[in-house]
């Protein structure tokens, strides 16, 4: 991956609109202009109309013809996939665009961002590869009798994805929905809509035919609601917030439509004695530091054996104290800017709680010493209890949390006592301790000695409130796709007759 500096910069039209059957609808006097503001400078990029649910419904109706009529659904399976992997040469040949554009509009740091685009570019062609494996089952036990199941595309997809990763986030969603067959309405955060939107029109400059994937631009409660909420949605595939994905789910239910919710974390970063320290240490600082803290997999409760503890965290203190905090533009920098402002004020309002709740702050907790932009110190606290506030909520930012633990046995305990139970993170040399860990941790993945491994292949989702559902290629499959069995008999049995 280059590491080199991004010295272009690409054209940011003056306002960003929907897409609705691969072009931008006409603008309609009175409608909503909300600010899309550069992180970094806190400068004006650009204004974000907000589709309201009139523009949602002429979206859902786009999607619902290229379901019901459109070539995308009975396409051969060939040419479906030819256009997913057009997508991903169209991603990779705008690799850099996008990653200007990530950048810019999400303050993600440029090295982060560019292995972003480039996991963008691979689950179109996974999830191509998969629906081109895509079989049915047979059934002949029953003498006389043959009967097969098929899958078929279940139908249009509501897509709402957040604002922590705007192009990885919306592209898994998109990747797993559309290779089967079906189309869509997304709908990303209207904080960072520039990737996206761009990634959108790839799609269709790669040949995507119109209104498989339409794109929807506003607030949660405008155009997030309207979305969910209309009649021509058949489900909804979710990434954002416990509290969203709880009104989300209530929404779908009203409507009887399924929903598959990926959402928020508080994840046990375990280092035990028996660690490799040094990794361990290196593993702690990405798992709660990479992607500006904002990242729901972060592991942000930082569990550490006693006997290490004190020297562990005075090293992690002294580390994070050295990241380096700025532009993220600038290939060297770790940790950008918060994506807005509020979201700034937020993670540092957990400072106080901290205290309050008689944590204590080892380094950090305030604004960085940058003149613009919304920087934030890398910030850790050791707290005294897993009960705080700071160990059971999702600060979402670069913030950690420290608890000191004494038997492995405590520390799963501590692991477990929180609402939600997404990831894990194990550090042990010794065998027995990470496979007992891996058992005993009610969470969707568990990684041993490694911070934040992706496998496509295998299902990513939460136990408890970090989720319903899983992404991967079983699931996938098993949401965004209708079974139907076919029954017929080799002899002709016989029937009652009514009535004879
Ligand atoms: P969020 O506030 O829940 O928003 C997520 C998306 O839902 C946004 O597009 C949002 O629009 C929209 N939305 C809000 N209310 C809605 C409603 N009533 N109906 C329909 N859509 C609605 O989450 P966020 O703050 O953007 O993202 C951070 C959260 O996402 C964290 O909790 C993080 O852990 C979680 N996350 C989970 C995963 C995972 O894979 N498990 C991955 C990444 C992030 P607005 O922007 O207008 O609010």
């Known amino acids: 991956m280059s590491s080199a500096p991004i010295t272009q910069a690409w054209p940011i039209a003056p306002r960003i609109q929907s897409l609705i059957d691969g072009i931008s609808p006409a603008l309609r006097a009175g409608g909503t202009d909300l600010p899309i503001v550069n992180p970094t400078t806190e400068a004006p990029i650009s204004v974000l109309r907000e589709a309201d649910a009139q523009e949602v419904d002429a979206a859902v109706m786009s999607a619902r013809r290229a379901f019901d009529t459109g070539p995308w659904p009975r396409l051969d399976i060939n040419a479906r996939k030819d256009i997913l992997y057009a997508i991903r040469d169209r991603v990779r040949a705008h690799a850099e665009e996008l990653a200007w554009l990530e950048c810019t509009g999400a303050g993600l740091p440029l090295a982060r961002v560019r292995e972003q685009v480039q996991r963008t570019a691979r689950v179109f062609e996974f999830f191509a590869e998969v629906a081109s494996t895509l079989h049915g089952e047979v059934y002949s036990q029953s003498k006389g009798w043959l009967t097969w199941v098929t899958r078929e595309p279940k139908g249009v997809a509501a897509l709402i994805s957040p604002w922590n990763a705007p192009l990885s986030l919306a592209s898994m969603r998109m990747a797993t929905c559309i290779p089967w067959g079906n189309t869509c309405v997304l709908k990303p955060s209207e904080v960072t809509p520039l990737s996206v939107r761009r990634l959108v029109e790839i799609l269709h400059e790669a040949g995507l035919p119109p209104g498989v994937v339409n794109l929807v631009n506003g607030r949660g409660s405008v155009t997030g609601t309207a979305l969910v909420d209309h009649a021509g949605i058949d489900l909804v595939g979710f990434t954002g917030g416990t509290a969203t994905g709880r009104a989300i789910m209530t929404a779908a239910a009203r409507r009887l439509v399924p929903a598959a919710l990926e959402l928020g974390g508080k994840s046990a970063n375990i280092v035990c004695a028996s660690a490799d320290i040094e990794r361990a240490l290196d ?31 005075e090293r992690f203190v002294e580390r994070a104290r050295r990241i380096r905090v700025g532009d993220p533009l600038a290939p060297a920098t770790e940790i950008g800017p918060l994506a807005f402002e509020a979201h700034r004020d937020r993670v540092l309002s957990y400072a106080a709680i901290a205290r309050a709740d008689g944590a204590r702050l080892l ?39 420290f608890l000191e633990f004494d038997t492995v046995d405590e520390a799963i305990a501590i692991a477990n006592r929180s609402k939600f139970g997404l990831v894990s993170y194990v550090w042990s040399e010794d065998i027995g301790t990470a496979l007992r860990c891996s058992r005993d941790i009610r969470a969707g993945t568990v990684w041993i000695n490694t ?12 136990y408890k409130e970090s989720g319903v559902g899983r992404d991967g290629p079983a699931a996938s499959v098993d949401f965004f796709t209708e079974q139907k069995a076919t029954i017929v008999p080799l002899d002709p049995p016989p029937v009652h007759r009514f009535g004879a």
Not at 451 to 462: D, K, N, S, T
């Open 283 to 313: 593993g702690a600082l990405v798992g709660i530091f990479a992607n500006n803290g904002q990242q729901c997999l972060a592991g942000s409760r930082i569990l550490v054996q006693r006997p290490v503890a004190a020297e562990f965290i």
């Open 363 to 401: 380094t950090g907790g305030r604004r960085a010493a940058i003149e613009r932009g919304w920087f934030v110190e890398p910030t850790a606290v050791l707290a005294p209890s897993n009960e705080t506030r700071v160990c059971q909520e999702e600060i979402f930012g670069p913030f950690a949390a």
């Open 451 to 462: 911070p934040m491994m992706r496998e496509l292949r295998a299902p990513f989702g939460g």
